[in-house]
């Protein structure tokens, strides 16, 4: 089945520690987008690209990065996790970025940050 | 900036029970989706709205959006334990990045 897949699930890092998080996408989306979500609110944008072009949100610290090397895969990067950065990180697609094309949610990675 | 207000933020209540959350906005959307979230998953969808006074009815979940647009409920009819989870609702503002509610947590009781 075609879907969005996050890698890992669970991933724990030190303070200040640089870490990866990772996803891949088999639905051939233009678009993919990451959202940080807190214990219980609501998803919070980061960024998005479209095709290889990156949209950050203006609120996005710079401690937060991303690449999409190519149109399957999108990384965030986190150069030095605070410990406010733990949360889940959602990565979503969209076909195309016509308002009100379905998004489709990774299951997430839960971060933790020691 | 579009904001989107939900309501309640928590909700309890027995299996059979019905029940109506809120998605409210000062703001016209051209669509508004709604998403179901279980712990440590991605939020799921479940329906799209995106014409006023449209409803739409998934089995025992019943979707409205606001003829102006700008509000929309989810009414859901005899609860299960299974309906338990995070509900929020979403509007799609230009780029179609989603503007999040703050989300409702059902807990459904048997």
């Known amino acids: 089945d075609a879907m969005v897949i996050q890698n890992p699930r669970y991933q724990v890092t030190q303070f200040g520690k640089p870490v990866t998080l990772s996803c891949s996408q088999t639905l051939n989306h233009n678009v993919m987008y990451w959202y940080q979500q807190k214990s219980s609110q609501a998803p919070k944008l980061l960024f998005h690209?479209?095709?290889?072009?990156?949209?950050n949100e203006a609120d996005t610290p710079d401690n937060f990065q991303s690449r999409r090397p190519n149109t399957s895969f999108c990384f965030l990067d986190i150069r030095s996790p605070g410990l406010g950065d733990a949360a889940m990180y959602l990565c979503?697609?969209?076909?195309?970025?016509?308002?009100?094309?379905?998004?489709?949610f990774g299951p997430g990675t839960r971060l933790t940050v020691t | 900036t579009q904001l989107l207000e939900q309501s309640p933020q928590f909700l309890s209540i027995q299996e059979g029970e019905n029940l109506t959350v809120y998605c409210n906005s000062s703001s016209v959307f051209s669509s508004l989706q709604w998403y179901r979230q279980e712990p440590g998953e991605g939020p799921v969808l479940l329906v799209t709205v995106v014409t006023g006074g449209e409803v739409k009815k998934l089995k025992r979940l019943t979707f409205q959006f606001g003829d102006a647009r700008k509000d929309s409920s989810l009414h859901i009819t005899a609860a299960q334990p299974g309906d338990t989870g995070l509900y929020l609702c979403?509007?799609?503002?230009?780029?179609?990045?989603?503007?999040f509610g703050a989300g409702t947590i059902l807990r459904v009781k048997s």
């Open positions: 690209y479209y095709d290889k072009d990156f949209n």
């Open positions: 979503a697609t969209s076909r195309d970025r016509d308002r009100g094309l379905e998004q489709y």
């Open positions: 979403a509007g799609a503002t230009p780029g179609n990045k989603l503007v």
